[in-house]
């Protein structure tokens, strides 16, 4: 089967950075996702790796590293609404293909 | 991004009721749509693998019977909670694949059930 960890909280202050871990076992990995989840609504896409190395899409970046089994998330220049739950998912071939979703990281900022 | 159109956002239902949850692919075809279920501050499980044209594909422990899965077109899945509890009461959402790319899902709005 997959086993997705991360952290279950994170606090950290308005314009510093925050990185959120995730490890996982899988058989078959076929990429790795993260997402965003405010309070009630569904979740939001932020990004995709599927080859080892540093993805960056504006603030957030994420890292993989397949040896490892081992994903971050990085949040620069937070801003209070990236208060949120954020979601590690792995798509593994052993699975179907299907995402398994981590436990999701909640974030609070604070001024 | 593609769009996903879940329905309704929200429902109460009485005990004994059937509630049916639209979801709909607006800008793409998906073959493949997926129904999570997600308890308050815990993560999406994932209920069932809903294929076009096909039976769809229940997780252990889902009861297929209660949670009624039709995917009857390219751009349509719909979940129907039969005679539904006040322990069916949860957050569901859908998200479905573009069948072009075999990348990221895209979400629906989700759906708050509450059973009284």
């Known amino acids: 089967g997959q086993n997705i960890d991360q952290p279950t909280e994170m606090t950290a202050t308005e314009g510093a950075i925050v990185q959120i871990n995730c490890t996982y076992q899988t058989s078959g990995f076929n990429g790795l996702f993260w997402y965003q989840q405010h309070a009630g609504e569904a979740p939001t896409f932020l990004s995709y790796n599927v080859l080892d190395g540093l993805e960056e899409k504006g603030r957030f970046s994420s890292f993989l590293s397949r040896s490892k089994g081992y994903s971050y998330l990085l949040l620069k220049e937070l801003q209070m609404k990236d208060s949120a739950s954020y979601l590690c998912a792995v798509k593994g071939a052993a699975a179907g293909n299907k995402l398994t979703f981590g436990g999701g990281t909640r974030v609070l900022v604070k001024p | 991004g593609a769009v996903v159109s879940q329905h309704p956002s929200r429902v109460i239902c009485k005990s004994g009721t059937s509630v049916k949850i639209e979801c709909r692919s607006l800008d793409f075809q998906a073959t493949t749509m997926f129904w999570y279920r997600q308890f308050p501050k815990k993560s999406l499980m994932l209920m069932a693998t809903s294929n076009e044209g096909s039976k769809a594909t229940y997780e252990q422990g889902v009861e297929k019977d209660k949670f009624l899965i039709n995917h009857a077109s390219l751009t349509l899945s719909t979940l129907t909670v039969t005679s539904a509890h006040p322990e069916d009461s949860s957050f569901y959402i859908c998200?479905?694949?573009?069948?072009?790319?075999?990348?990221?899902?895209?979400f629906g709005q989700g759906t708050r059930l509450t059973v009284v």
């Open positions: 998200s479905a694949r573009d069948s072009g790319q075999h990348t990221e899902a895209f």
